[in-house]
């Protein structure tokens, strides 16, 4: 089964500065989807950025990029010029590619509660 | 354009009773998901629909039920409440059941069981 593991319940960054969130997963599958999604305290979930596992280039969206290691599972969130606005709850989220089974579910993280410091 | 509607927001149940939440999708959007959030569990999938047809189903027992309307409305069901099935549970809309597809969420609706 896959399994989506986030080490860090909480990280602080300084506002303007550079944050690391880290995400690792664990697949038997070679079509799969990666994402983070963040939630800030009005409980929305919004998409912040995806990866698709076939891809090698890392996703890039504005102050958010990801570096995406596939042979070692591994799928980092980084937040450049960090705004108070970032400061949320982000989950990393797996999404098998199911070209065989036919199922797409949705597995989380933990989450990591990021702290922006003005 | 609206984006994803869930109803009600909050609501408080007792233990036994049960409830149904309502979710409207994104206009175009054929696909609902619905997930539950709870500080010990965190974020799990409960099921997907798409044209009306559950496609996938995560590991719920089946207290846990849903539908999907002709118009794509989703509507999801617990019977027989218990105290742990107070979370947030939080709807989400796709344009096709695709794993590739962007999935936008609804703000969720708060049930309280007591």
């Known amino acids: 089964a896959q399994t989506v593991t986030q080490s860090q319940p909480e990280m602080s960054v300084q506002e303007a500065e550079t944050v690391t969130l880290s995400c690792t997963y664990d697949?038997?599958?070679?079509?799969?989807?990666l994402f983070w999604y963040k939630q800030p305290p009005s409980r929305q979930m919004i998409l912040v950025i995806r990866?698709?596992?076939?891809?090698?280039q890392n996703a890039t969206e504005n102050r958010f990029s990801v570096n995406f290691q596939k042979a070692a599972k591994s799928f980092s969130l980084k937040i450049s010029d960090s705004q108070l606005g970032d400061a949320a709850m982000y989950f990393c989220?797996?999404?098998?590619?199911?070209?065989?089974?036919?199922?797409?579910?949705?597995?989380f993280g933990t989450g990591t509660r990021l702290k922006v410091l003005a | 354009k609206a984006g994803v509607t869930q109803t009600p927001r909050y609501l408080i149940k007792t233990r036994g009773q049960q409830v149904t939440l309502s979710c409207s999708p994104i206009?175009?959007?054929?696909?609902v998901s619905w997930y539950q959030q709870t500080p010990g569990q965190g974020l799990q999938f409960l099921f997907e629909?798409?044209?009306?047809?559950?496609?996938n189903k995560g590991n719920f027992p089946g207290r846990f039920s849903g539908r999907q309307f002709s118009n794509s409305r989703s509507e999801m069901n617990v019977s027989t409440l218990e105290l742990g099935d107070s979370a947030l549970y939080l709807c989400?809309?796709?344009?096709?059941?695709?794993?590739?597809?962007?999935?936008?969420f609804g703000e969720g609706s708060w049930l309280t069981v007591v």
């Open positions: 989400a809309s796709s344009l096709v059941a695709s794993s590739g597809n962007t999935i936008y």
């Open positions: 206009s175009g959007h054929r696909s």
């Open positions: 697949t038997s599958e070679s079509d799969y989807y």
């Open positions: 989220a797996y999404r098998s590619g199911g070209s065989t089974s036919g199922t797409y579910k949705y597995i």
């Open positions: 629909y798409f044209s009306e047809t559950q496609r």
């Open positions: 990866q698709e596992a076939y891809k090698q």
